[in-house]
């Protein structure tokens, strides 16, 4: 099973931008894709973002369309969201997860938290 470690969360500023980085273990990484997903405090773990490994195919939930950007560099075996105009409801833990099929989600990180003040 990857590992995979997310980094760069932190506090920021409503207005703010912040970049999260999820990184896998392993020389030969090949899923069919990978998503970013949050959980906020009292509530369900929602999707975030995904993109497509093999092919630059990505999606976006409503909520932070326009505003997050989703990208991976296979070389470096590593995913990305930068996450611009940030919102106090956009206060989470963020996690990395990646799927081998257009199934389910099976291999997911331990989550880094983003804290976004007024």
């Known amino acids: 099973q990857v590992q995979l470690v997310e980094s760069g969360g932190g506090l920021v500023q409503a207005g703010g931008s912040l970049r999260l980085s999820c990184a896998a273990s392993?020389?030969?990484?090949?899923?069919?894709?990978m998503g970013w997903f949050r959980q906020a405090p009292g509530k369900e773990r929602e999707f975030v973002a995904s993109i497509r490994w093999s092919i630059t195919y990505t999606s976006y939930a409503d909520s932070v369309k326009g505003r997050f950007t989703i990208s991976r560099d296979k070389a470096k075996n590593t995913m990305y969201l930068q996450m611009n105009s940030l919102k106090p409801e956009d206060t989470a833990v963020y996690y990395c997860?990646?799927?081998?099929?257009?199934?389910?989600?099976?291999?997911w990180g331990q989550g880094t938290l983003v804290t976004v003040s007024s």
């Open positions: 392993g020389r030969t990484f090949r899923p069919y894709g």
């Open positions: 997860a990646a799927r081998d099929g257009p199934g389910l989600y099976g291999n």
